[in-house]
């Protein structure tokens, strides 16, 4: 358990309130593709998979964004952590983040194009979550001091792990990267608890 309490701990996930997509403790769940289906039903493909073990769907990718980050440079950032890792994108169950960047454009464009649901979480959530590297621009900027990996092992749910640390890109100009990624896993759907 990493001191998650509330109506969500235990559960893996923030429970249903009646209103499609948003859970109670300040989770919501925003679905990639179902936002913008085309009238003919019809879906873009998913991006490319990386060669990687395949695995029971587990995976959390929780992402910390600055404002104006683009969804291919989000999307290339989880390639990469996930292909560096080992790790197949078929296996990402959701990603995540904290509420204030809920309508970011290249979040939800990430989500979209991935079709995978983007849930968020309250800032005073993601803060009680335990991390290894905590930071004090998030906390100035969101209030919290992590996003990523805490969105990632709250998305995870109670038994999460995280598998990978938050990492973001190297900047190629001397300013701060726009964006980080961390990937945490949970226990696949059908599994016992871990011991």
Do not use: C, F, W
């Not at 290894?132 to 709250?154: D, F, H, I, K, R």
């Not at 998305?155 to 598998?163: H, P, Y």
């Amino acid at each position: 358990m990493r001191g998650l309490s509330g109506a969500g701990a235990g559960t893996g996930h923030p429970p249903a309130t009646g209103v499609p997509g948003k859970g109670v403790g300040g989770g919501a769940e925003v679905r990639g593709r179902e936002r913008n289906r085309e009238a003919d039903g019809s879906r873009e493909a998913a991006a490319p998979e990386k060669a990687a073990a395949p695995r029971p769907p587990s995976l959390a990718v929780g992402i910390g964004a600055g404002r104006g980050v683009g969804g291919d440079e989000v999307i290339a950032l989880i390639e990469r952590t996930l292909a560096g890792a080992g790790l197949s994108l078929r296996s990402v169950t959701a990603l995540a983040t904290v509420d204030a960047k809920a309508g970011e454009p290249g979040l939800l464009a990430a989500a979209d194009r991935l079709d995978l649901p983007l849930r968020t979480y309250a800032a005073d959530v993601l803060a009680a979550v335990d991390v290894p590297n905590p930071s004090g621009a998030p906390q100035t900027a969101v209030g919290t001091p992590s996003v990523a990996e805490a969105a990632a092992l709250t998305a995870a749910g109670e038994d999460g792990r995280l598998v990978v640390p938050k990492s973001k890109p190297a900047p190629l100009d001397g300013t701060p990267a726009p964006v980080t990624v961390a990937v945490a896993r949970g226990r696949p759907p059908g599994r016992g608890r871990r011991s």
